[in-house]
């Protein structure tokens, strides 16, 4: 029997392709409310973003998620990303 292929997604940061469960999930839904989607299962357009400390700094230097959103996204947001991969906020 054929092994079941696991989903890939793409670090919006260093765009390699990783297992889809190995990376955070971040969301834009219809209301345009942007959050941390731990269940990978929320409607609305994704953004995936892999533990690797240089893409997390990358994701806040570069502003990625205002270009993959295409609107401008809260502090809060980049902040939340931090604290769920180092535990506490990075300066």
Same mark, same amino acid.
């Given at each position: 029997? #054929?092994? =079941? !292929?696991?989903?890939?997604?793409?670090?919006? #940061?260093?765009?390699?392709?990783? *297992?889809?469960? &190995?990376?955070?999930?971040? @969301? =834009?839904? #219809? *209301? $345009?409310?942007? +959050?941390?989607? +731990?269940?990978?299962?929320? &409607? $609305?357009? $994704?953004?995936?973003?892999?533990?690797?400390?240089?893409? @997390?700094?990358?994701?806040?230097?570069?502003?990625?998620?205002? =270009?993959? +959103?295409?609107?401008?996204?809260? *502090?809060?947001?980049? &902040? #939340? @990303?931090?604290? *769920?991969?180092? $535990? !506490? !906020?990075? &300066?």
């Amino acid at each position: 029997m #054929a092994e =079941k !292929k696991k989903p890939l997604r793409q670090c919006i #940061a260093c765009r390699e392709l990783k *297992e889809k469960r &190995s990376m955070l999930r971040i @969301v =834009k839904n #219809a *209301e $345009g409310k942007i +959050f941390l989607d +731990f269940s990978s299962k929320a &409607s $609305g357009r $994704g953004a995936y973003i892999c533990d690797n400390p240089e893409c @997390v700094a990358k994701l806040k230097k570069a502003r990625l998620l205002n =270009k993959v +959103f295409s609107c401008e996204v809260a *502090e809060s947001v980049y &902040s #939340a @990303v931090e604290e *769920e991969y180092f $535990g !506490k !906020k990075q &300066s």
